[in-house]
């Protein structure tokens, strides 16, 4: 698996699901009530978590703000709830198991839904797994880019990158905005919601930022199968002024920010230019293939790997 990465495993365990379900943020379920969105994220202890830097409530923040992304990611601004499967080892203090819970229900609140259901079990590390559930959607996907769109980003990225640089080191009271967006991040149900109320509900291009947004950017020129010009890279301020030599990398492959990556027609990205706060244009869709920043190819190899 460490031979072939996150993409070659998904590749090979492709042809054992239903064909047209995967390769998105989330699955499409039709039904005679409309479409029915489910995508499930595992976040597992020291891979995606650890008591030196999340805790516990933070741990459940971050798992159901991870799954209402990817929601957010298929165009679905209605969540219908969480199924929550936990497995850890049974010297675990039962306030960490309160404060996990504490933390999802919080984040859940924040769009008016909630846990629904789940499962415990005994495991040699704590894993959280979760499942969500949405209303509706379905319109944005990654392979719904086309030539002559605008990319546009709903918000900074390498933010959390950087909070979490701060609490390695154990320096978070140097810039605690960069430590709550890595332990607090808000996925953009309201972007969704806005975009729907604009009247923006035909297939766009796009999908969310959880890997890192050259990761997002080199996804949505695959699948849909066009080039992409990176403009320009906007830099947190925060993150140019305490980590200058890594701004950009961390910009470009620092992941969990949870940020919408969207390629829209120039009406509608002027559209949400205007009427969503803190969006901005930082590329066009050209033909071709491949993801072009400063006359080079951009690769996903600096992104998170799973193996």
Not at 103 to 127: N, S
Not at 183 to 188: F, M
Not at 251 to 266: Q, R, Y
């Amino acid at each position: 698996m460490a031979d072939l990465g996150e993409a070659g495993v998904l590749s090979r365990i492709a042809p054992y699901c239903l064909a047209g379900m995967i390769g998105d943020d989330g699955a499409v379920l039709s039904g005679s009530q409309g479409s029915l969105i489910v995508t499930t994220d595992v976040l597992v202890e020291n891979v995606h978590f650890s008591e030196q830097t999340t805790p516990a409530a933070s741990v459940g923040w971050r798992a159901a703000a991870a799954n209402l992304s990817d929601l957010a990611a298929m165009g679905c601004g209605d969540p219908l709830g969480l199924l929550v499967g936990l497995g850890m080892p049974g010297s675990t203090p039962m306030a960490w198991v309160e404060g996990l819970y504490v933390g999802m229900r919080d984040c859940c609140a924040l769009f008016g839904t909630g846990i629904i259901g789940g499962d415990v079990c005994r495991a040699p590390v704590r894993v959280v797994s979760i499942t969500a559930l949405g209303q509706g959607g379905g319109w944005i996907q990654r392979q719904g880019s086309r030539v002559g769109d605008w990319i546009v980003v709903t918000g900074w990225h390498g933010g959390s990158r950087a909070g979490l640089e701060l609490l390695w080191r154990g320096e978070p009271e140097l810039a605690p905005e960069l430590v709550r967006v890595h332990q607090y991040p808000r996925p953009r149900l309201d972007v969704v919601q806005k975009l729907v109320s604009l009247g923006m509900t035909g297939v766009i291009g796009g999908m969310d930022s959880s890997d890192g947004l050259a990761d997002a950017l080199v996804q949505i020129s695959e699948r849909s199968g066009v080039g992409i010009l990176l403009e320009q890279l906007p830099v947190h301020p925060l993150l140019a002024q305490h980590f200058p030599d890594q701004a950009e990398a961390w910009t470009l492959f620092g992941g969990e920010d949870f940020e919408l990556v969207l390629s829209l027609p120039p009406p509608q990205a002027i559209q949400v230019l205007e009427h969503v706060q803190g969006c901005q244009k930082i590329g066009e869709v050209v033909s071709g293939h491949g993801v072009i920043w400063q006359g080079s190819p951009l690769e996903r190899r600096g992104a998170f790997q799973h193996f």
